[in-house]
């Protein structure tokens, strides 16, 4: 995946100021910043959640937001095309945004049968493959409302990697955990990570960020500041913003 | 008594014809009114303004007003109704007018992280509006409904007074021949309030059958 100029601004205000971003297959890239940086809004524009202005977003090669029309000029994507692109990035939320008259396995099952157009039977057996997978065999037909948000979470990563994206975006899906039920979500992710999924992951989790993170990119004004591996940006970096944004961070956490 | 039991089947065909305009205007305010709440909602921009004045004018207009100018007022015009289309036309507008309020209020109180869920995972507009929001939206449009209901067999009395034969003229039909209001009217508010009652019953079953949760 390649992001390159990206720039979106909501009125005179700019959120992403020019981003470029590669992300290789299988890796975790981990991105950080203070709360109104951009990186959710990066998230966003990269499934089209958001459309962003200027700039291009490649998924396996394929621009994102628009398609080449007549005399090089970029013309937008159909709503038809856009679902289609969609389908292939997957995307956890932070507050889950579950469907809630749907039950845990019905969630799972909704983009496997609509999406995918695999028979009702095919998609319950990899629905429940996949609630297995992130321990969750004993709520299938649970709704989210009888769930706690850790599984509840879960569930919103089982309905995302079922349909086996090419990349799966984690927009801060621990933050509006109870800090109890945050390990059995990031243990999820872990074991995902550990498979070869390749993941743009959103987080305050800093331990998390080291462990997974192939890399970890530090955004603040809707630029990408710094860029490197865990340990060059958490424990060597002489970036004073970063730093500071660090110090807050494991403030807030003692 | 002898003389209720006796008209009992005018009143028949008039209850009839109340069940008959009621039953047609419910339809016909609810396809129009669940088509432009969603453009309401969804649609470009230039469809906004126009759908929103219709639903606030016509929400303030009284309904008595709405029949008789279509009645009485679109012969100015050249457009010549009969009084049952006259009447259905009125009662249906007006109708439509709330049925698009109670869709945009059923469709907005759903957040909007749904529709963001439904797009992460391929759905397309149609397919989130039918798979993601529908079901959500029935659930709080239905209660609300059901009140438009009961509120059109009640107002649809008011066509009586373009003459048509509803139940409410056959009543008045039959007292102006004998004379005896009460038992008439009283009869008559039994028969409104039965079907009103007998909806209200129904709605129950209605709103138990779209629970999602039950407790």
Request: aromatic content about 8%; overall charge positive.
């Amino acid at each position: 995946m390649a992001i390159r100029g990206l720039r979106k601004a909501f009125g005179p205000q700019p959120v992403l100021d020019g981003i470029d971003l590669e992300v290789r297959k299988g890796e975790v890239v981990v991105v950080i910043g203070p709360s109104g940086s951009g990186k959710t809004t990066l998230l966003r524009c990269i499934n089209l959640l958001e459309r962003y202005d200027e700039g291009s977003i490649r998924v396996d090669g394929v621009e994102v937001g628009f398609r080449d029309g007549a005399e090089g000029r970029r013309q937008r994507r159909s709503e038809r095309e856009l679902a289609h692109i969609r389908a292939d990035i997957g995307m956890v939320f932070q507050l889950f945004n579950l469907f809630p008259h749907l039950t845990a396995r019905e969630n799972v099952m909704l983009g496997l049968r609509k999406v995918r157009g695999l028979p009702k039977r095919e998609a319950a057996r990899v629905a429940e493959q996949w609630l297995g997978r992130v321990g969750l065999t004993d709520k299938l037909d649970r709704l989210p409302a009888q769930l706690s948000g850790g599984q509840q979470q879960r569930v919103g990563i089982a309905r995302a990697v079922a349909m086996e994206p090419k990349v799966l975006l984690l927009d801060e899906i621990t933050s509006a955990l109870d800090p109890e039920l945050v390990g059995e979500v990031l243990t999820v992710v872990r074991e995902l990570a550990g498979d070869g999924m390749t993941m743009i992951v959103v987080t305050h989790e800093m331990t998390f960020a080291r462990d997974v993170g192939s890399r970890i990119v530090f955004m603040d004004g809707g630029r990408i500041q710094v860029e490197g591996t865990p340990r060059e940006v958490l424990a060597e970096t002489v970036h004073e913003r970063l730093r500071a944004f660090l110090r807050r961070i494991e403030l807030k956490h003692h | 008594m002898d003389l209720a039991i006796r008209s009992l089947p005018f009143l028949w065909e008039g209850l009839l014809v109340t069940l008959h305009v009621s039953a047609l205007v419910v339809a016909l305010s609810l396809v129009a009114g669940i088509v432009l709440g969603l453009a309401l909602v969804f649609g470009p921009r230039w469809l906004y303004w126009p759908i929103r004045v219709y639903a606030d004018f016509l929400r303030g207009i009284p309904l008595l007003v709405l029949i008789f100018f279509v009645y009485y007022g679109l012969p100015a015009f050249r457009v010549n109704l009969t009084n049952f289309a006259s009447a259905i036309l009125a009662l249906s507008a007006f109708k439509t007018a709330h049925v698009i309020e109670l869709v945009r209020g059923a469709v907005q109180s759903i957040p909007r992280g749904q529709m963001d869920a439904g797009r992460a995972i391929g759905l397309t507009f149609g397919q989130r509006l039918l798979w993601v929001i529908a079901p959500q939206a029935v659930r709080r449009f239905l209660p609300p409904w059901i009140n438009a209901v009961v509120d059109t067999v009640k107002g649809s009395a008011l066509v009586s007074l373009v003459g048509i034969v509803d139940l409410m003229l056959a009543i008045q039909q039959v007292i102006g021949r004998t004379y005896e209001p009460m038992p008439m009217y009283v009869l008559g508010a039994i028969m409104y309030f039965a079907i009103n009652y007998s909806l209200s019953l129904a709605s129950r079953q209605l709103e138990a059958h779209f629970a999602y949760v039950r407790d």
